[in-house]
């Protein structure tokens, strides 16, 4: 990887950092040779602070280090990508970014697992979960069951509402079985996962 460092009078060039996996942009720093070789050498994203006037390595003080997983240059070689696993909120302000986004590994489902996770341990009697949970595996296993019947049968059908409309059925009490059984869904993503990589 050659880099145009020399392209901009102070040496530096911009490094966009995003997650490996959510792919949220999470911080924009900037990254001179040094900086990159340290980068490289020790898998946690290191900048060229110009505040400080020195190498800086995000996390060095709050533990929320940038491990990196993939480095990309852009066509001018000039701009670096830099895709990571954050360890904590990457923003100094404690937000998960620095444009103070919320960078939920899995988005909507997996606040969605939150949700049924403190419904589940919740005292709401009335809470949908709540009473699927009462009732015990067995019920939980059936109910995705039937879901599952029911999407087969608006498929072979014409109606996309409905049949959209029972997948979501179907995906969320896949998840409340997921749960019932002590697992997530980034459980099953991984499998998924190593298959590809065989």
Known sequence: MTINFSKYTDGLVPAIIQDVDTCKVLMLGFMNEAAFR???EEGKVTFFSRTKNRLWTKGEESGNFLLVKKILLDCDADSLLIQVQPVGPTCHT???TCWNEKNLQGGFLTYLENIIEQRRSGDEEKSYVKKLF???INKIAQKVGEEA????????DDNDELFLNE???LLFHYLILLNAKGY????VVNILKERHAQ
């Open 38 to 40: 340290k980068t490289n």
């Open 184 to 187: 997530r869904l980034n459980d």
């Open 167 to 169: 997948s979501a059925d």
């Open 134 to 136: 009462s009732k015990g």
């Open 94 to 96: 404690g937000a998960d």
């Open 149 to 156: 019947v029911e999407v087969v049968i608006e498929a072979k």
